[in-house]
């Protein structure tokens, strides 16, 4: 009998010791399935501490870490498509475009694709809904990957409306911080269900505001429309006024003279609140050269004035040499936005302009009965 129970005993250790071998392999098995599912970034690649491992290696820790690595993932999954019909519970549906951006800020490329692929769901989601969804995936597709986002968004099922505006403004954007890039995108040939003229019109303007008045002047050349070719001339314009003025004069004498005219009047009017006498100057050469545009640009360039300093304005306006309707306008629009500031002042100059005899109340009357 006392022989019996040491064998007893001596096989239940056996068993035992088998069973910790057989836990450690299977702890050690599973700790290999998670790395490999697990990108590590280079600070993990470092071998972690002995106990550490042993810890890992428990059957109770192994548990912990299937969890750990299984239920995120599957929440991320869900979890876009449980927001997005949080969302419809706002009662006011005007808010819901804004709270998809919101959703899609900072988001990762699986919740684009998966917002996405949500707003494919006609028998859940109105059509407007799913052109909201798509329109913020794509926002936020571009921040993380512009080339294909575009080429994408192209593609898809996103409204005209959106896909026109969205990819001007992405393209502008783009440009405006690599201009070759987009003007290779477009020679690609990839976007062709948006118009050349709009995507060139934003290579155009983005060109400008980066200073590549190479890809800007090819990318005018390319705009068909001549409404959308004078639109974007005129932001290029400002856009080198303000951000690239020393090197406005020699892009200027590239253009041709019809352009010339377009682009002094949009430079004028950008440098009436910040250099006014040069904005004086690009009134004179175009009074000089006899342009069209000279009514609007003075009339233009004395509201922005007035905004500023409306007594040096006012001043300038009434020493002009201006007749019938355009002086009139020009007076009118000028004591409008000062009364707005100002109005006894405003007043008082009107009343000092009659006393002095260069102008009257009839005058004045006709000036006002404008607005």
Do not use: C
């Not at 705009?223 to 080198?240: E, G, H, Q, T, V």
């Amino acid at each position: 009998m006392k022989r019996i129970i040491p064998i007893v005993i001596s096989a239940a250790i056996v068993v035992t010791v088998a069973l910790i071998i057989q836990s450690r392999t299977d702890s050690n098995s599973a700790t290999t399935d998670i790395d490999e599912q697990s990108p590590q970034s280079p600070t993990q690649t470092m071998s972690p501490p002995e106990s550490v491992v042993e810890d890992q290696a428990t059957p109770m820790n192994t548990d912990l870490m299937e969890k750990t690595t299984a239920v995120p993932l599957k929440a991320a999954q869900s979890s876009i498509r449980m927001t997005v019909d949080d969302i419809l519970k706002e009662p006011d549906y005007k808010e819901w475009p804004s709270m998809l951006f919101d959703l899609m800020h900072e988001a990762s490329l699986e919740d684009v694709q998966e917002l996405l692929a949500a707003s494919e769901d006609s028998a859940n989601y109105s059509l407007g809904y799913r052109d909201s969804m798509k329109a913020a995936a794509y926002e936020r597709w571009y921040q993380l990957d512009p080339y294909t986002a575009l080429i994408e968004m192209d593609a898809s099922t996103l409204s005209a409306s959106q896909k026109n505006s969205r990819m001007e403004v992405f393209l502008e954007d783009w440009a405006s911080q690599s201009p070759q890039e987009v003007w290779s995108l477009l020679e690609q040939g990839q976007i062709n269900r948006v118009s050349s003229d709009l995507t060139h019109g934003a290579l155009a303007r983005g060109s400008a505001l980066n200073g590549n008045f190479e890809l800007l002047d090819s990318a005018l050349a390319n705009i068909a429309d001549s409404k959308l070719k004078y639109y974007a001339l005129k932001s290029a314009a400002r856009s080198i006024q303000r951000d690239h003025g020393d090197q406005f004069d020699a892009w200027l004498n590239t253009l041709p003279e019809s352009d010339q005219n377009t682009a002094l009047a949009e430079s004028a009017w950008i440098l009436a609140d910040q250099d006014i006498e040069r904005a004086l100057i690009g009134l004179n050469q175009l009074e000089q050269r006899g342009a069209d545009v000279l009514p609007v640009t003075r009339l233009r360039v004395a509201v922005k004035w007035t905004d500023s300093d409306p007594v040096a304005a006012a001043d300038w306006v009434s020493a002009q040499n201006v007749t019938g309707k355009d002086r009139e306008t020009l007076f009118g629009n000028v004591l409008r936005v000062w009364a707005s500031k100002d109005q006894p002042a405003a007043i008082a100059w009107v009343d000092s302009l009659i006393e002095k005899g260069e102008i009257d109340e009839a005058f004045m009357n006709r000036a006002l009965g404008q607005f």
